[in-house]
């Protein structure tokens, strides 16, 4: 089994209507986060089909994939990553590989497959220096990655870096940003409401809407309206 022999049978599975949908789903105008990217229109249960079907591709031939200018290729490559990842007792080689080519999760699809799945759950019991400069990275993916590591220690229910980057993220300038603090901050409050409402206390007038939103979306509504009257910043 090939690259060349993948992306055939990748191509089997184009939707001409998701085709024309995606690029403007993933934003890819002009000045937005997903500029200059292309999409063949396959979704995601062909894409993890073939992915399974090549699981046994070579490291190298799996970079080629990554490095795809066309999206659905770089996920692909990225589901045979995880699945190799989840199945594999060198997980730490797979870890490592993700890291050398971590500036291919250049999308909040691809973040939000990997970011958990390896680095999130490699990371776990690590201590949390990587996480906090990533954190701190120029590239909007990479802070993605950062807060969407924290997950796996949210569902051991250790929740002070995801607090620490969601305070810190209340001043990040994207809204994909703040709909994963949001995101992460619900998974909170799904195992501890208190800690959840005590954080929004401290901070909902800063926070941006979108992330108050998403944070509370699964609390009492009359809750939730108090903090969305009161947050001050507005949906971008």
């Known amino acids: 089994m090939t690259v060349s022999s993948l992306k055939k049978d990748l191509r089997k599975y184009i939707n001409e209507e998701k085709r024309e949908i995606f690029p403007r789903f993933f934003k890819t105008g002009k000045g937005e986060y997903g500029e200059g990217d292309k999409f063949l229109g ?15 591709l070579k490291k190298e031939e799996i970079k080629k994939l990554l490095h795809s200018t066309w999206h659905e290729e770089r996920m692909c490559g990225w589901v045979i990553v995880l699945n190799n990842y989840d199945k594999s007792d060198k997980k730490d080689e797979w870890y490592q590989f993700t890291i050398k080519n971590i500036k291919q999760l250049n999308g909040w699809d691809l973040v939000d497959k990997i ?19 990533w954190s701190s990275n120029k590239s909007l993916w990479i802070r993605r990655i ?14 002070n870096l995801t607090l620490k980057l969601a305070k810190k993220y209340i001043h990040d300038s994207e809204d994909l940003i703040h709909k994963a603090t949001g995101w992460m901050l619900r ?13 929004m206390g401290k901070n ?17 509504k009359g809750k939730k309206q108090q903090f969305m009257i009161k947050s001050s910043r507005k949906i971008h």
């Open 187 to 199: 998974e909170i409050g799904k195992r501890d409401e208190k800690i959840l409402l005590s954080f």
């Open 146 to 159: 950062a807060i969407l590591a924290t997950w796996s220690r949210i569902k051991n229910n250790e929740f």
């Open 115 to 133: 970011a958990p799945n390896i680095i999130g759950k490699h990371l776990e019991k690590k201590n949390q220096k990587q996480i906090l400069k």
């Open 204 to 220: 909902h007038k800063n926070m941006p809407r979108i992330m108050v939103s998403y944070a509370l979306e699964q609390i009492d």
């Open 42 to 56: 396959v979704v995601m249960p062909d894409i993890t089909n073939v992915a399974k079907k090549y699981s046994n």
